[in-house]
């Protein structure tokens, strides 16, 4: 695409980029169509009578699904290239979500990427709503289980408190306005990895990575996501053992030097984006 020079009162402000050609847009609904392609990252381990249900709730208009496997005993690997022979498989080669993450977003080929968990506790039918608001500004999407629209069936009392203390916690350190700091469910521009630079092993990745979206000074949105209840098997989060983890990333990343953000380009309608 050619950028071209936008022009107001014989001033120049910035560099729009000419629309994309038709063939490269993706009909997503009735109203609305992208050009940017978009990859969702699935870690997964032992999650093989989950992920037909995943499966069968991701859109048709996805261009990549990347299953990271933690080295599974059942037939978790088998299950996903039947449900989609196109599934990419990745073994992850260290342990853990954040290992299991990294990898799988350094596979992706996509211009955006989605993160979702291998349980059935979040909805792929939720990700138009991540890819509307990245194509329409943001840099980052955040699903939040307290926003309006929102919710939870898993969430104990024990980990609603700790998820509170720790979000009012990173909201005074770095003056975000987060309303959900732990939950699994993100998108953000590929061309941003660099920026989010995971390097954690554990659950605490997703507060990583809004720590580091916010310190990168990326515009960050978030958007209403319902939490099921995990369908099958038990899941491996503790919560005072993980919930210790988020805390001590949270004292690391402020002891920290925090990024230089990057400057922000002039201001561009959406179709700059690849949105119609």
Same mark, same amino acid.
């Given at each position: ?199 954690? /092993? ?7 990575? $809004?720590? #580091? @979206?916010?310190?990168? !000074? *990326? =515009? &960050? ?5 319902? /939490? ?7 899941? $491996?989060? #503790? @919560?005072?053992?993980? !919930? *210790? =983890? &988020? ?5 690391? /990343? ?23």
């Amino acid at each position: 695409m050619n950028p071209e020079s936008v022009r107001q009162n014989g001033k120049q402000i910035g560099m729009l980029r000419s629309m994309p050609p038709l063939e490269r847009f993706i009909p997503l609904t009735p109203h609305m169509a992208i050009s940017p392609t978009v990859s969702v990252v699935v870690p997964a381990m032992n999650e093989a009578e989950n992920l037909p249900h995943v499966f069968a709730t991701l859109p048709q208009w996805i261009d990549e699904i990347v299953l990271v496997d933690g080295h599974s005993v059942d037939d978790t690997v088998a299950v996903a290239r039947r449900l989609r022979p196109n599934v990419r498989i990745i073994t992850q080669s260290g342990r853990g979500k954040g290992d299991a993450l990294a990898a799988g977003f350094a596979a992706c080929t996509g211009d955006i990427i989605v993160m979702i968990d291998a349980d059935g506790s979040t909805d792929g039918r939720e990700i138009i709503q991540f890819v509307g608001a990245l194509v329409t500004g943001a840099d980052f999407v955040k699903g939040s289980r307290y926003a309006a629209g929102g919710g939870s069936d898993d969430l104990t009392f024990s980990r609603r408190a700790g998820n509170k203390v720790l979000t009012t916690l990173v909201n005074l350190i770095y003056g975000t306005r987060y309303s959900d700091l732990c939950y699994g469910y993100n998108a953000f521009w590929a061309r941003h990895l660099k920026a989010l630079d995971l390097d954690c /092993e554990g659950f605490e990745v997703e507060t990583l990575m $809004n720590i #580091r @979206a916010a310190k990168a !000074g *990326l =515009r &960050v949105h978030e958007v209403p996501s319902h /939490e099921r209840c995990r369908i099958h098997g038990e899941s $491996n989060l #503790r @919560a005072v053992r993980d !919930g *210790l =983890r &988020v805390l001590r990333t949270i004292i690391r /990343e402020w002891r920290q030097r925090p990024y230089a953000p990057a400057p922000e380009p002039h201001a561009a309608p959406a179709a700059d984006q690849g949105a119609a």
